[in-house]
């Protein structure tokens, strides 16, 4: 069965402390695996897509990681305002496409 | 701006009543979706539609329905609200091909009293 598994659950850390989320997956056939950051009330926003192993991309104090059966989304020298609950999506292909969602990572970083 | 659009965004109402939920996008996407956010904010799919067309349909009760009258319109109606359907619902939508992604709509916050 298809599935996603974000750890931990909850991070808190101090600004300028480096950490990363992990987001291990079982898939046949990866087409993408997709990372969004969601703030409270608001919905999911799109971050970053990693289609193979190997890839990595950047995005200010972000970089996303994947190998075969993980990815990483690593935060380097965190501020307050990166304080989100980060999501990471596989996407499969059943006749149509389809995000399936981990539980989430809620980060909070301190000042 | 553009955006995928929801309204409304809080929804309370009692057990039993129809309500629906509408979702507009000006993006140019083809593809819509319907997610469900539980209270552990696991997010999962209910319906995707592609060009006004039924595609996904995750083994929702019937009692959603799920209509859209253009590529740019996805509306949810819910019959016979039940307590167990509180929850946040999330509209998206993106364009059909490979590993495009997918934007959401800021959610409706459903509280069935």
């Known amino acids: 069965e298809d599935q996603v598994t974000q750890s931990p659950e909850a991070l808190r850390l101090q600004e300028g402390e480096s950490s990363s989320l992990n987001c291990s997956y079982t898939?046949?056939?990866?087409?993408?695996l997709f990372w969004y950051r969601q703030d409270p009330g608001k919905g999911p926003e799109f971050l970053f897509t990693l289609y193979s192993a190997g890839e990595e991309k950047e995005k200010e104090r972000l970089k996303a990681t994947l190998t075969k059966k993980e990815s990483f989304l690593h935060i380097t020298a965190p501020k307050p305002e990166d304080s989100a609950t980060y999501l990471c999506?596989?996407?499969?292909?059943?006749?149509?496409?389809?995000?399936?969602f981990g539980q989430g990572t809620r980060l909070t970083i301190n000042p | 701006d553009t955006a995928v659009s929801q309204t409304p965004k809080y929804l309370v109402t009692q057990m039993g009543n129809d309500k629906s939920i509408k979702c507009e996008q000006n993006l140019g996407h083809d593809t819509m979706y319907w997610y469900k956010q539980d209270s552990k904010k696991f997010l999962k799919i209910m319906f995707s539609y592609n060009n006004k067309e039924l595609i996904i349909n995750e083994t929702v009760p019937n009692r959603f329905s799920p209509k859209s009258p253009d590529k740019a319109h996805l509306n949810l109606h819910i019959n016979s609200l039940e307590l167990g359907d509180s929850a946040v619902y999330f509209c998206?939508?993106?364009?059909?091909?490979?590993?495009?992604?997918?934007?959401f709509g800021q959610g409706t916050r459903l509280t069935v009293v």
């Open positions: 898939v046949s056939g990866l087409r993408g």
């Open positions: 998206a939508s993106n364009r059909r091909g490979l590993n495009t992604e997918a934007f």
């Open positions: 999506a596989l996407l499969l292909i059943q006749g149509a496409q389809k995000l399936v």
